[in-house]
């Protein structure tokens, strides 16, 4: 009998397989009528590391594994009725486990009730800033900057929660709007109760797009476009008497301001760079709490592309701060479609003058079609 773990993969394969005879590929489109069609698509991320102090005689470790393994389904119904699901099975295989949860990370219905506004229903991502809203199929970076991504423990799953969103443009304006489940009101084991009359939660994102709207539904780290995008956005995240701790109950509030350019010169000559703000209350005595910073800079030549990455958090709690610098290479040999991506990690967690520097060595090939 085969392991419990592979029965998701066994499933997917099946699935595949049985869509193979519709004249379209794996992230084919197929084409019911004039106004409602399917796609299918597969995204593999496997991954190769090299890490510092990882093996239990203190030497240098290896690992490969599946950073991502996703199925894609999407489509439309009618010009205006469209829908969105995908699966994830994250770190299937690293540092040799292969018992990685395999679930549903996106699923959700959208209606475009008036030109370029629409409201989608499901399982969302919380629009806090447009870098946790990049997809991680398009991002510029072997990874997200996950650290400083810091919503309240016990709200929604993988930065997603369910609810309604309201989305579209006003002009040059674009906004999110959400209403989500967020922290269910519950007594916990110590006698507190957070969110104790169930409140939902709140959050919004406004940005302006100075010169090309950014319409996608999950942003791009690099368009390997024709014409320039700038835009610079903001975004709360609030839920009332969400987060317990020592010192009692807390709202749960985060804020983040970022700027995104995309400058090309030539077809195959652009500049990428992102910059975005992060600021957390969840307690004065929560770690989870205090102010990030991310930065990333990167110039392609062709289908090279160095690029370097940095974040910074800053923790209320003493000791609990957080540094990055990440150095990389990206090679697109077509595009988002196929590309590698590499990156030497040098990190410092807690007392940043007294920590160890940690340093990992990452190499990624993306696979998606």
């Known amino acids: 009998m085969s392991p419990a773990p592979s029965r998701p993969l066994s499933v997917l394969a099946a699935l595949v397989v049985a869509l193979l005879p519709l004249h379209s590929a794996l992230a084919g489109k197929l084409t019911i009528n004039d106004e409602a069609n399917l796609n299918i698509a597969l995204l593999l991320q496997p991954q190769a590391q090299v890490i510092k102090d990882a093996?239990?005689?203190?030497?240098?470790?290896?690992?490969?594994?599946?950073?991502?393994?996703?199925l894609l389904v999407y489509g439309s119904v009618t010009k205006r009725l469209s829908f969105f699901m995908e699966t994830d099975q994250p770190n299937f295989g690293k540092d040799g486990n292969f018992n990685a949860q395999f679930y549903v990370q996106d699923a959700f219905v959208s209606y475009e009730f008036l030109d370029k506004v629409w409201v989608d229903v499901g399982l969302i991502i919380a629009p806090l800033s447009r870098h946790n809203l990049q997809g991680a199929i398009a991002l510029n970076t072997v990874d997200f900057h996950s650290n400083l991504v810091?919503?309240?423990?016990?709200?929604?799953?993988?930065?997603?929660?369910?609810?309604?969103?309201?989305?579209?443009?006003?002009?040059?304006?674009?906004?999110?709007?959400?209403?989500?489940?967020?922290?269910?009101?519950?007594?916990?084991?110590?006698?507190?109760?957070?969110?104790?009359?169930?409140?939902?939660?709140?959050?919004a994102m406004v940005r302006w797009n100075f010169l090309t709207r950014e319409e996608d539904l999950f942003f791009q780290g690099i368009y390997f476009a024709e014409k320039t995008h700038l835009s610079i956005g903001a975004g709360a995240d609030y839920q009332p008497n969400a987060v317990a701790s020592a010192t009692g109950k807390h709202d749960s509030?985060?804020?983040?301001?970022?700027?995104?350019?995309?400058?090309?010169?030539?077809?195959?000559?652009?500049?990428?760079f992102q910059s975005t703000v992060f600021h957390y209350r969840q307690g004065m005595?929560?770690?989870?709490?205090?102010?990030?910073?991310?930065s990333e800079?990167?110039?392609?030549?062709?289908?090279?592309?160095?690029?370097?990455?940095?974040?910074?958090f800053n923790s209320r709690v003493h000791a609990q701060d957080a540094v990055a610098l990440r150095p990389g290479v990206n090679l697109w040999f077509m595009k988002h479609t196929f590309n590698?991506?590499?990156?030497?990690?040098?990190?410092?967690?807690?007392?940043?003058?007294?920590?160890?520097?940690?340093?990992?060595?990452?190499a990624q090939v993306q696979f998606f079609y």
Do not use: C, H
């Open 55 to 70: 093996t239990p005689l203190g030497g240098v470790g290896t690992d490969f594994f599946l950073r991502r393994v996703r």
């Open 150 to 203: 810091r919503f309240t423990a016990g709200m929604g799953k993988v930065w997603r929660d369910v609810g309604v969103q309201l989305r579209g443009f006003v002009g040059p304006v674009g906004f999110r709007a959400a209403i989500l489940n967020g922290q269910e009101g519950v007594r916990l084991e110590n006698g507190t109760t957070v969110n104790p009359d169930d409140l939902p939660r709140g959050v």
């Open 253 to 272: 509030a985060a804020f983040s301001a970022d700027v995104f350019l995309d400058l090309p010169f030539s077809a195959s000559q652009e500049l990428v």
């Open 285 to 294: 005595d929560n770690p989870q709490s205090g102010t990030g910073l991310l």
């Open 297 to 312: 800079l990167g110039y392609r030549f062709g289908k090279v592309e160095p690029v370097v990455s940095a974040e910074y």
């Open 340 to 362: 590698l991506k590499t990156e030497l990690a040098l990190t410092r967690v807690g007392e940043l003058s007294e920590a160890e520097t940690g340093i990992t060595g990452t």
